[in-house]
């Protein structure tokens, strides 16, 4: 696979935008380890190789076993091995990332809001929207996965 633009090299400010929106995420409260695993389900839906290698190097370095990740696609087959909030965050990732499809119906909402704030429910959605966005921008672009290289 070749590389078609370095679109942070292109557009500066936008790439700047999206790292400021990461960087309102990574200070919104919400647990790193948890941001990452929507980050890896978003990316595991959207089939993006660049953000699949990368978040899940970064679950690695946070010490999250290899097991967890390898079940992250068959979360709800995982049993416990997936807390209630990590549960909640990635049935809620699956419906926004999918919206074209679930619309996000009143259901899972109400799944989600069960155990999280308001607050972290709006932290929760941008960072889905925030890794959709770079889903798009990886998959566009043609960035090569680190594993590829």
Not at 17 to 23: K, N
Not at 114 to 125: M, N, P, Q, R
Request: aromatic share 8%.
């Amino acid at each position: 696979m070749t590389a078609r633009i370095d679109y942070n090299t292109v557009a500066p400010g936008a790439s700047a935008a999206l790292a400021g929106v990461y960087g309102y995420v990574m200070k919104s409260g919400l647990p790193p380890e948890l941001v990452e695993l929507v980050y890896l389900r978003v990316s595991q839906i959207n089939n993006c190789a660049f953000c699949l290698d990368m978040h899940t190097r970064d679950l690695l370095a946070k010490g999250v076993k290899v097991e967890k990740l390898a079940l992250v696609q068959a979360w709800r087959e995982a049993g416990k091995l997936f807390d209630i909030r990590e549960r909640a965050a990635l049935a809620w990732a699956e419906s926004v990332t999918k919206v074209d499809q679930t619309g996000v119906p009143d259901e899972d909402y109400s799944q989600a809001k069960a155990v999280f704030t308001e607050k972290e429910l709006v932290d929760l959605t941008v960072a889905i929207s925030l890794m959709n966005a770079y889903n798009r921008m990886a998959i566009s672009f043609r960035n090569t996965p680190k594993a590829a290289e």
